[in-house]
């Protein structure tokens, strides 16, 4: 079995994401890059991180015009990530665009073709927020539609939340990996998740890859607490 926990490093700047990587690396198959880390460490911070010799998933949620993409994504590729993000709503021509952008850099770079995700609707929107920018207000019609697209693009991952994955494995192609958060294993509070799994139903559910953030973080000893999670895995 490979090691589907992606640590979340939900942290603040460089020093922190360090020294929690280096802490737990051996017990998680990839580090989660986002937004919050990326922007104010910048693109040396994915170095570093890969130096702890994890996989790293840059979730920068790219959502731009397919020209812009194609290089966005291209520039992620340079960096040595292994996973990124780009948002389904920017329509089958930027996601085909990502992914062939993905498939000629690794190409180029002579590295496995790291796997774009495509983001659905974030779990963030309900249907109000869906009707307020003129979508189809049912959430769950609009993610299946999203991630039907998505797999006609050629997409080869999605992002989607625990409660999804069953009804996603029903309609998207077998070999598209599934990228979870929303996880949590009982033993800590859910924090503002609402809609949790724990790591093993999300895994028989369906999951490949299951993304942890505060139930590792922010644990008291959070090596033990991936090697205790992985534990439930196997
Ligand atoms: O701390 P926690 O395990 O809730 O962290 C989950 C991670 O997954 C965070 O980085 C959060 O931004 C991300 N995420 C999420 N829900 C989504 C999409 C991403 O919690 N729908």
Redesign the pocket.
């Known amino acids: 079995m490979h090691n589907p926990i992606i640590a ?1 490093l ?1 942290v603040p700047n460089a020093a922190a994401a360090v020294q929690l990587a280096e802490l737990i690396a051996p017990a998680v198959g990839a580090f ?1 890059i ?1 937004g919050e880390l990326f922007t104010a460490a910048g693109p040396d911070i994915v170095k570093r991180i890969r130096a702890t010799g994890a996989n790293v998933f840059l ?1 920068l949620k790219f959502h731009d015009i397919p020209n812009t993409v194609t290089k966005s994504v291209a520039s992620a590729i340079r960096l040595n990530v292994q996973m990124l993000t780009i948002h389904t709503s920017g329509g089958g021509e930027m996601m085909r665009a990502a992914e062939k952008s993905a498939q000629d850099t690794a190409q180029q770079l002579g590295v496995p073709v790291p796997l774009v995700l495509g983001v659905t609707v ?2 963030s929107s309900n249907g109000a927020t869906l009707a307020e920018i003129g979508c189809e207000p049912d959430v769950e019609k609009q993610v299946s539609r999203l991630a039907l697209l998505a797999a006609q693009s050629g997409l080869r991952g999605l ?1 989607c ?1 625990p409660l999804e994955i069953i009804a996603l494995r029903k309609i998207i192609p077998a070999h598209v990996q599934l990228v979870t ?3 949590r294993t009982g033993a800590e509070k859910a ?3 609402k809609r949790t799994l724990t790591p093993r139903e999300a895994i028989a559910a369906g999951a490949n890859w299951l ?5 590792i973080y922010a644990a008291e000893n959070p090596r033990a607490a991936a090697e205790k999670i992985l534990e439930t895995l196997r």
């Not at 993304?211 to 139930?215: H, K, L, S």
């Open positions: 979340a939900d989660k986002g979730d974030l779990t992002v939340s958060p929303g996880i924090d503002d998740q993304v942890i953030g505060r139930p």
